[in-house]
């Protein structure tokens, strides 16, 4: 695949699925000297502010109508006598016509003269498309009719399902308004140059077998190596101690690790979220690995997705890994991807590691009684943007408006804890930290007890909620306390330095809290809520879990 596909693909649609591609055919397949639309219509009496087919429609005299479709078929088959295809049609059509696709045709000529211009594309006829659009059928709507969508109408599939091809900017814009996906072919452009939403542009009609190719369904299997290669080739490996870098023969990845003194290993599969999932693969398992004082440095990733998917939705999820990798200076150094009926949705498990001197590893074991509790952020960071993401109708259904819904979507850009934990692992008086997950805060702090060895005390009238979260989960019935949260840190640290430690983490204008202290040794949590004791909540499978 050339490199032209990846300087076209920052088209940022959510999904690209093709079922059908239709053409412009004037504009896309075959080129003609048309004769001038004026003189067209001054031959036939026709007023200059509506088309010939307006015209045509609203003739009574059923004589003048005949003359004026006998006038109008003369400079049609004129003009596809005198046409000619365009450059790499032929391969295009027969490149299509191999694939499981609709295809359709569009003009507003005769169809006798539709005819004539196809013939004129070797090895290619009208019965190779599943519709044709001709003027014939424009005239027998009752009104003014967009070609396009009636050639949709036609197939039975809707507009963000089909590709347009053409070379008139107008039409590209109307079908992309009405939600198809378009191409625009200007023979005298360069390739690539700036697409907007929903629009590829491309100077030659043989560049259109790659768009193409990106949005119909992969068969089972290794990703074909020709789309690895491409895929892996925007990401920079500039990291001197990998040895072997990912690509199309190598199966593993070698890191020299011999300067180092403890590596840190991490793995987690991302299974429920197909939004963003590039994302959660990288932090979550990056936030891991920032718990213990170490720095997140390579990931592994192994993706696998259902039968069906396009190559276009894994490029998405590759392009998620390398803006997040490259972000927090992570290497993504292997991995594998495959299509296979063993899933019913995208699948990442990720494996991370990451390197720290030993003097420097924070171990929960560390922590002592007195020691202080913080909390980064708020609880259910992570679940306010995933029951936007999966629930925004519902909410809507219980009275939260548009604007609410966005701004709790964007939650999801605070999901990482990678920089409050480097500036608490540069504190030697941090005894231990843990990121807020499933289970929410309520699980996450009983697990930072067990794995501590000691009981922690929680004032619950600190623990600091957000208050879109706060109407979130009024409105659908469900505990912030027990929500899936990454974006949140626990943080230990003795008492001495609790403040200073809270102000360097404000400093980089991220929020934290402190919520508790850590008691003797033993297991559990010891709420109090307006200065009396209070159960601390548990639950036994995250709260989102209820929603699905």
Known sequence: MSGFLSRILVMQNETMRIKAVIFDLETSLVRADTHDSEMIKAAVDCPADISTIDFLRNLSNAEKKQRVRSELERFDLKTAEDSRPVAGAEEIMRYLVGKDLRLAVVSGRSRQSIQKMIKKISGISTGDFDTVISREELLAQKKDADPIALAAEKMKLPLDRILVVTGDSTVSGNSRHRGAMTVLLDLSAQSGNTPGRGEFHISHLDELKGIVRMGIPLPPGKLPNDLLREFLNQ????????????GVGEDIAAVDVAPEEVLVLKSDPITFATDSIGQYAVLINANDIATSGAKPRWLLTTLLFPCGITPWEIRKVIDELKVFCRRWEITLCGGHTEITDAVSRPVVTGMMAGTVARRNLIDKRNMAPGDRVLLTKA????????IAREFGHRLQRLGMNDSEIDGCRQFLTNISIITEAGIAAGSKATSGMHDVTEGGLATALEELGIAGGYRIKVDMDRIPVYSQTRKICGLLGINPLGLIGSGSLLIC??????????????MEGIEVTCIGEVLEKGRGIIAEKNKRPASWPQFETDEITRLF
């Open 235 to 246: 990401f920079v490996f500039d990291d001197p101690s990998i040895l072997i870098n990912p």
């Open 493 to 506: 640290c003795r008492e001495s330095v609790c403040e200073s430690l809270m102000a360097a983490i404000r």
């Open 379 to 386: 609880v259910a960071v992570e679940g306010t943007a995933i």
